[in-house]
């Protein structure tokens, strides 16, 4: 297919990027904290560190890495913690030092940490030491042989204000126990790095992260994103914003979680480039608090999945937030609904702008431009040096206005999946194309449309649950028969999930085999209700459950189920 979006592309976004712009993340920070050095980078909790502090902050623990413990180039390190400063600090210094970038939900269960731990081959784990207790349980089964523990005030000013200060109190008698003799603290770290970092030269080929993912499977997978896929994602999100932004001028909020690719990538990493003040949202789940925040904060930008923006407008006191300087509003991870959007727009004035992009591609495929008049419905137009095709079953490529599986090549695309060949080959097409997954169409314009997943992924407020996990689990418990995990439309996270099981007896309830998926899952993927049937469920000739006819009859007027529920 010609590319068509390039007619109706904004003025002055260019057709192609320049891949080669920069080296490697690296280059992009240090250019960064030299020109900007004074300004503020990061802020979070009422403490604001700029990029002078951030230079050496991060300088200072890539020298730890290499010296304290004799890491080197291409090492792994996993980094668990929610928003806080100390993210950006442990993420840049082991890029700096050369070293690959793990990321790791901190809500994780010991079997799911584990796992990451152990496919990455991550050498160090940063963790916040509210989550510590955790890692202890799993480090024994890993071959993780140093950890750093931070606690929330580690990078906080002090005196901080008497409300910060009895929240950073109130969030450490929230410590669960924990030992790990071997552990060393942040702030030694940092004290122990404060000899010269030995330096590294880091190019385009090098792993900057390995994000995990369950692809199109559910098995958990390491996307293999390089420097040279994660700075051509920020030369062609720049291309695509840089008319309606002003390097150094920016203030974006930051409430999605910077494990998460999208935050990474479209919060972290672009407004960084730009010189902007990113102010970090450590608990966005807490929206009065959230709201409070928002209240003295001049931002011009923020990003959000729709049930985060959904919640900021039924919030008590979001009339009252001085939105007045907001140029910016994206939405992403997971689709933004209409009425969403509108009511976003008429509060602020500011259309909600909905992009598309996966892990697998560092992530951003397609956005709409940034002076759309409204909510367009659409996800936009592939980004510059990127080609979006719609293919059917077959690999053929189909005309416009036809829905098939939506296909991906470009610079951002990854290399593969780490140390799975066979599930690399499964999402690569025999010219190179990435498979996404999703089904879509693209109209006369150029724009892409989205119009289902073609696998039975379940998103929960923009994360991917993937039914094969939650199924293995249920199974686990000895009073379960069969178990199909499908996603049902909610209100508050776009989707919950819900476990049609046939019991082996009686005796077991929703409420009991719910407490057993808590103890293995994490929190938003553990089913939200629980349907019992009679019968089998429906398979295939072969024996595979039919998830997407078990859905169809849970949404049903009236299915033919007995149920029970929590």
Not at 157 to 180: C, E, H, Q, T
Not at 243 to 267: K, W
Not at 466 to 486: F, K
Request: charged share 20%.
């Amino acid at each position: 297919m010609d590319r068509i979006w390039l007619k109706n592309y904004p003025h002055g976004v260019p057709a192609e990027i320049d891949v080669r712009a920069y080296a490697s993340l690296k280059d992009i920070l240090e250019q960064s904290c030299a020109r900007y050095r004074d300004l503020p980078a990061f802020s979070n909790m009422g403490t604001t560190i700029t990029y002078a502090q951030l230079d050496a902050m991060s300088r200072a623990f890539g020298a730890y890495l290499q010296q304290a413990h004799g890491l080197s180039k291409g090492d792994r390190v996993a980094l668990m913690m929610p928003n806080l400063l100390q993210y950006p600090v442990t993420m840049f210094g082991a890029l700096r030092a050369g070293m690959t970038v793990v990321n790791v939900n901190p809500l994780y269960t010991p079997r799911e940490l584990q796992h990451q731990l152990e496919d990455s081959g991550a050498k160090v784990i940063v963790v916040l030491e509210n989550f510590a207790h955790t890692v202890q349980e799993v480090l024994e089964r890993t071959r993780v042989p140093h950890v750093v523990v931070t606690r929330i005030g580690d990078l906080l000013s002090f005196p901080m204000g008497l409300a910060a200060n009895l929240a950073v109190k109130y969030l450490k008698r929230m410590v669960p126990d924990w030992k790990i003799p071997q552990a060393i603290d942040l702030q030694r770290a940092l004290a122990l790095g404060r000899r010269p970092l030995a330096e590294v030269s880091v190019t385009a080929d090098d792993i900057a992260f390995l994000q995990y993912t369950g692809g199109t499977t559910g098995v958990p997978k390491g996307a293999i994103l390089t420097h040279g896929n994660m700075v051509a994602n920020l030369e062609q999100t720049a291309a695509w914003i840089s008319r309606n932004l002003q390097e150094g001028a920016e203030t974006i909020v930051t409430a999605l979680p910077l494990y998460h690719v999208f935050s990474l990538t479209a919060n972290l990493l672009t407004f960084l480039k730009l010189g902007a003040h990113n102010v970090l949202i450590t608990n966005p789940r807490d929206i009065p608090g959230f709201v409070k925040e928002l209240k003295k904060i001049p931002f011009t930008a923020i990003t959000g999945v729709n049930t985060l923006f959904n919640a900021l407008l039924n919030a008590p006191g979001i009339g009252q937030i001085n939105a007045g300087a907001l140029k910016l509003a994206v939405g992403g991870g997971m689709a933004v609904q209409r009425a969403v959007a509108e009511r976003w727009q008429k509060l602020f004035g500011v259309p909600l702008i909905e992009g598309y992009g996966l892990t697998e591609t560092s992530p951003i495929v397609c956005a709409n431009p940034l002076d759309v008049a409204e909510f367009s419905g659409t996800i936009g137009m592939p980004l510059p040096s990127t080609d979006v095709s719609i293919r059917d079953n077959d690999g053929k490529e189909l005309p416009t206005g036809e829905t098939g599986e939506i296909c991906v090549r470009g610079p951002q695309v990854m290399k593969g999946y780490w140390n799975r060949p066979d599930e690399t080959a499964k999402v690569f097409t025999a010219d190179g194309w990435l498979r996404t997954g999703d089904m879509g169409f693209i109209d006369h314009r150029g724009y892409v449309k989205l119009v289902d997943r073609k696998k039975d992924m379940i998103l929960v407020s923009g994360f991917n649950v993937y039914p094969n996990e939650v199924e293995d689990v249920a199974m686990a418990h000895p009073h379960v028969l069969e178990a199909a995990a499908i996603g049902m439309p909610d209100e508050r996270s776009g989707e919950r999930v819900r476990l049609v099981v046939v019991r082996k007896s009686p005796q077991l309830t929703a409420e009991k085999l719910i407490e057993h998926c808590r103890k293995h899952l994490g929190g938003y993927k553990v089913p939200k209700d629980v349907v019992f049937r009679d019968q089998p469920l429906p398979k295939t000739n072969v024996g595979k459950i039919l998830r997407r006819e078990i859905r169809e009859q849970e949404t049903a007027p009236a299915p033919a189920r007995s149920a029970g529920g929590a």
